[in-house]
């Protein structure tokens, strides 16, 4: 594809190189990055990694040290209006007037975003029906859950509809009742033909939502696939072993890394183990590697409760990739120097 694709044609994304630097710290170090139109596409990466500041630079609200983006066909250095005005920003926390009731807010940000008042009131009543806020449209924000928030932050986004939704991190901190209403809010705003950049931690949601995905560390991207193919790359599968005693756990862990050759994660569960297998040459190598281990867990009688050989999950890829387990953490060392 073309670097230099305009109007509605070629990608809604392309970054090639991107540079970023704050000091002495690097936080992009070539970027580069293609997102097509119509897609929800995953931007995952431990924190600090570089997410936010890629965000930042295609939203044009920094500009890059090095490298060139183009955003909807337009570049992120010389055409920002244009960019500005097709495309909307939803951050890690709700940018609304807690004073302010729901209607309120929404009708504000529409005048601002150049509504009439007639056309502000009813977007902001079909916008409030839309995300299941009518009920609580009469309310100061400040009395909203953490779900409703995100809810309303979003729904606020989509005023004038973009044509490009940058979502970073849009469910830090939301019970999982609340975070699958957003994840549906996602899906139908995806579905209507808005294109959304997902930055998450969540693997899950990830997993869920994304059609594509890129991981990005230390200002890098290391992979990038859809979710299965980015399980396949790390190995054929991954074993999980229980105890039936706890105490045994880390005689267990050195025998399975030495038959193994590998490392042996200790899981949540006391009793629980795993490890992420690389694949063979022959796949039915893995059953006979297996078979091995729990011998020699049996020979250094260790006793077995449980074994069972999966996929590697999203998590355990995103580990093998980073370095790093995933999770959300208060503050990135990008967001504090962007």
Known sequence: MSK???????????????????????????IDLTVRRGQVFGFLGPNGAGKTTTIRILATLTRPDGGTARVLGHDVISERDAIRARVAVTGQFAALDEDLTGYENVIILGRLQG?????????????????????????????????????????????????????DEPTTGLDPRSRNQVWELVRRIAAAGTTVLLTTQYLEEADQLAEQIAVIDHGRIVAEGTSAQLKSRVGSGTLHVRLLDGE????????????????????????????????PADATDVGRLVGQAMTRLADARVAVAEVTLGQPSLDEAFLALTGHPAGPAPTDHEDVNA
């Open 115 to 167: 509504l009439s008042r007639a056309a502000g009131k009813q977007r902001a009543d079909d916008l409030l029906a839309a995300f299941d806020l009518t009920g609580a449209a009469g309310r100061p924000v400040g009395g909203y859950s953490g779900g409703m928030r995100r809810r309303l932050d979003i729904a606020a986004s989509l005023i004038v509809p973009p044509d490009l939704l940058f979502l």
């Open 4 to 30: 230099n694709s305009t109007g509605r044609d070629g990608p809604a994304i392309e970054a090639y190189g991107l540079i970023k630097i704050y000091g002495e710290h690097r936080a992009l170090d070539g």
């Open 248 to 279: 045994q756990r880390p005689r267990a862990q050195q025998v399975l890394a030495a038959a193994l050759q590998g490392t042996v994660h200790l899981a949540a569960d006391p009793l629980a183990l795993s490890m992420l297998l690389a694949a």
